[in-house]
Nanobody, 119 residues
């Protein structure tokens, strides 16, 4: 079936950078929107950014100007470049994809990758 796998999380000091990747695999015909969400301890999951198949991007106000989302359609992969990281960026980051595959269509999620920013 379809699987999304994130990588690139870790521990970084405030002001540092990390790059997350999320690769989708399976019998995928087309991926529409790909996005990133995050969930901090004790908080609800929140939207971070998304990118359309045509490359249009949108960001939450909390990350605008610091994070950049990009995708490689040939590799079914979405990236999140995170710069000027703050302790409040600490969370589990999840990617998702709205896609069409051999079994139908739907929204799929990755398993999450931990990002920890120390002060």
């Amino acid at each position: 079936q379809v699987q999304l796998v994130e990588s690139g999380g870790g521990l970084v000091q405030a002001g540092g950078s990390l790059r997350l990747s999320c690769a989708a695999s399976g019998s995928i015909f087309r991926i529409n929107i790909m996005g990133w969400y995050r969930q901090a301890p004790g908080k609800q999951r929140e939207w971070v950014a998304h990118i359309t198949s045509g490359g249009t991007t949108n960001y939450s106000d909390s990350v605008k100007g610091r994070f950049t989302i990009a995708r490689d359609n040939a590799k079914n992969t979405v990236y999140l470049q995170m710069n000027s990281l703050k302790p409040e960026d600490t969370a589990v980051y999840y990617c998702n994809a709205d896609l069409h595959y051999s079994g139908g269509n739907g929204i799929y999620w990755g398993q999450g990758t931990q990002v920890t920013v120390s002060s």
